[in-house]
C-alpha cells in the first residue's frame, strides 16, 4: 500500500472537528441551564484533541519521516509548518478579539477591562504567546484568552518542533521506548490528579499545563510510531464503509456522556487514547474511498483546521446569550434555536475562512517561500 494521502483520515478530522464543535455549544453554556440527556451530554468531545494529535503524528510521520537529509532541513520544515498552520491562528485570534469587545470587554464577573489589555492580549496570541495570568482577560485562567482552543495549537507547534529537532531522529525502537514512558506519564498524571482524567492543556496554572503538555508527549510519538509500523508492514487495504464505520465508531467514544465516576472517566479516556483512537486511526489508514464520496470526504477533511481554529469566538458570543437570555428550562425552543445557530454559522465562517482566506493565502505564502 504506497498511498500519497490518506483520504479517509482527513475525514475523520473533520468528523473530530464536528463532534467537538458540538461538545463546546452543548457542554460550555450548561451551567447556565440544562439539556435533555443525552442530546445536551456530548461530554467526551474534549477527547477529540488527543485524536488529533495521534493522527497528527501519524500523517507527520507519513509525510515527513523520508524526507530528512534529501532536501528537508530543520529551517524548511518549520516554514512549511507555519504556513500549514500559522494564517488560521491569525484569523482565530482576531476573531477572538472581536467577539471579546462585542461583548463589551468585561470579564465573566462583569469586570471591565481596558481596550489596551485587550490589545496587548491579541498581539500575544497572534505570535502564538500565551497570555501570562496578570492578562487574563475573561477571568478564567484561559491561556489564550480570546480563543481558548488555540492552547491546543500551541501544544501542536510545540510538538512539531519536537518532531523537527528531535523525534524524527529516533530508532522506531527507541520511538517505542519513548511512547511506553508516555504512556506511564499520562496515565500516572490522569490517575493521580485530584480531578482525575486528561481533560488539561487549556489553563495557566502549573498542573494544568503540565497535563496538556504531557497529552502531546505521549499521542504526538504515538502517531508517529504507528505511521513507523504502517509503512513497514504496509497492511492490506481495506474496501467498503471503512470511513463510516471509523466515523460512527468516534461519534460514539466522543459523544457519551458522563460515566457516572471519576475513575470510571478516568479509565475510559485512558482505554481511548491508547487503544480506541489507535485502532480507528490504523484502520482509517487501510480504507479506501473513491468518487464523490472522496470528494465529500476530502472537504470535511479540508474543513476541519479553520472549523477547529475559528469556532470558539462564536461559542464565547453563544454563552453570552445565553447567560443574558433567561431561557433556564430545557423545554423552550430557543436555546435549541440559538444552538442550531451557532453550530450553522461555525460551518459557514470556516467554509468561508477556508475557500476566501486559507487556502489561497498558503498557495501564495507557498509559491513566494519556495520562489526565495
Same mark, same amino acid.
Given at each position: ?195 482525575? @482524567?486528561?481533560?488539561? /492543556? +487549556?489553563?495557566?496554572?502549573? $498542573?494544568? &499545563?503540565? *497535563?496538556?503538555?504531557?497529552?502531546? %508527549? !505521549? #499521542? ?66 487501510? @480504507?479506501?474511498?473513491? /468518487? +464523490?464520496?472522496?470528494?465529500? $470526504?476530502? &472537504?470535511? *477533511?479540508?474543513?476541519?483546521?479553520? %472549523? !477547529? #481554529? ?63
Amino acid at each position: 500500500m504506497n498511498k500519497t494521502r490518506y483520504d479517509i483520515l482527513d475525514g475523520l478530522r473533520g468528523v473530530a472537528a464536528l463532534m467537538v464543535l458540538l461538545y463546546h455549544i452543548f457542554n460550555d453554556a450548561k451551567s447556565f441551564f440544562v439539556w435533555p440527556t443525552p442530546v445536551g451530554e456530548f461530554f467526551h468531545g474534549f477527547l477529540g484533541v488527543d485524536f488529533f494529535f495521534i493522527l497528527s503524528g501519524f500523517v507527520m510521520g507519513y509525510a515527513y519521516d523520508q524526507q530528512w537529509g534529501n532536501g528537508l532541513n530543520f529551517g524548511r520544515f518549520v516554514r512549511r509548518r507555519l504556513v500549514r498552520l500559522h494564517p488560521m491562528v491569525i484569523l482565530g485570534v482576531l476573531m477572538g478579539a472581536i467577539a471579546f469587545i462585542i461583548q463589551g470587554c468585561t470579564k465573566w464577573d462583569g469586570s471591565e477591562v481596558a481596550i489596551e489589555t485587550v490589545m496587548f492580549c491579541t498581539l500575544l496570541g497572534l505570535f502564538m504567546i500565551p497570555s501570562p495570568s496578570s492578562l487574563d482577560v475573561r477571568g478564567n485562567t484561559e491561556i489564550f484568552p480570546l480563543n481558548g482552543p488555540h492552547w491546543s495549537l500551541f501544544i501542536e507547534y510545540l510538538g512539531s518542533l519536537l518532531y523537527g529537532l528531535m523525534l524524527h531522529r529516533l530508532s522506531t525502537k527507541w520511538l517505542r521506548v519513548w511512547v511506553a514512558g508516555g504512556i506511564v506519564s499520562i496515565a500516572g498524571f490522569a490517575l493521580l490528579t485530584n480531578d482525575g @482524567g486528561i481533560a488539561y /492543556g +487549556w489553563s495557566s496554572e502549573p $498542573v494544568n &499545563f503540565m *497535563g496538556g503538555a504531557l497529552r502531546m %508527549l !505521549y #499521542a504526538y510519538p504515538m502517531g508517529l510510531l504507528m505511521a513507523r509500523v504502517f509503512r513497514e508492514r504496509q497492511p492490506k487495504p481495506l474496501h467498503g464503509h471503512v470511513f463510516l464505520l471509523c466515523s460512527l465508531a468516534l461519534m460514539v467514544l466522543l459523544g457519551l456522556p458522563f460515566l457516572g465516576s471519576k475513575d470510571t472517566e478516568t479509565i475510559y479516556q485512558l482505554v481511548c487514547i491508547f487503544s480506541l483512537f489507535p485502532t480507528i486511526i490504523w484502520y482509517g489508514a487501510r @480504507g479506501s474511498i473513491c /468518487g +464523490w464520496k472522496q470528494q465529500v $470526504v476530502s &472537504f470535511l *477533511g479540508r474543513l476541519s483546521y479553520p %472549523l !477547529y #481554529a475559528i469556532h470558539f469566538p462564536l461559542i464565547y458570543l453563544y454563552i453570552m446569550w445565553v447567560e443574558r437570555s433567561g431561557y433556564t428550562y430545557i423545554g423552550h425552543s430557543h436555546p435549541w434555536a440559538a444552538a442550531f445557530v451557532t453550530f450553522a454559522c461555525a460551518l459557514l465562517l470556516a467554509t468561508l475562512s477556508l475557500l476566501l482566506y486559507d487556502e489561497p493565502l498558503r498557495r501564495w505564502l507557498n509559491r513566494k517561500t519556495k520562489a526565495e
